[in-house]
Nanobody, 128 residues
């Protein structure tokens, strides 16, 4: 049984930073591809950052490039999203998600929610 649990959300002022964590059980990060997504009220879920190869290649949506960093600690089976220079438009529920395996896909496809099978419950990020 795969379980993904996000933490680290909260309320911050614009320009501030947060680090989100995603702890996995029943799932091995090192052999699978993972990603971070977000969904603001009234909007569709969008991909933020993801690992799209087993070798650790990453891909980011344009709006967070240079501000967000995805990382993982395989020993802890935990993935992170370091968010800096936060803006009000970053306000959303943030989710981590996992694919089944890490078969090759185009980098930009790694931000499509339909590529992912397992989802966490989300953690709220509010930037004011």
């Amino acid at each position: 049984h795969v379980q993904l649990v996000e933490s680290g959300g909260g309320s911050v002022q614009a320009g501030g930073s947060l680090r989100l964590s995603c702890a996995a059980s029943g799932y091995t990060y090192s052999s699978n591809c993972m990603g971070w997504f977000r969904q603001a009220p009234g909007k569709e879920r969008e991909g933020v950052a993801a690992y799209y190869t087993g070798g650790g290649s990453t891909y980011y949506t344009d709006s967070v490039k240079g501000r967000f960093t995805i990382s993982r600690d395989n020993a802890k089976n935990t993935m992170y999203l370091q968010m800096s220079s936060l803006k009000p438009e970053d306000t959303a529920m943030y989710y981590c998600a996992a694919r089944l395996g890490c078969a090759y896909i185009l980098a930009r496809y790694s931000l499509r929610p339909t590529e992912y099978v397992y989802w966490g419950q989300g953690t709220q990020v509010t930037v004011s």
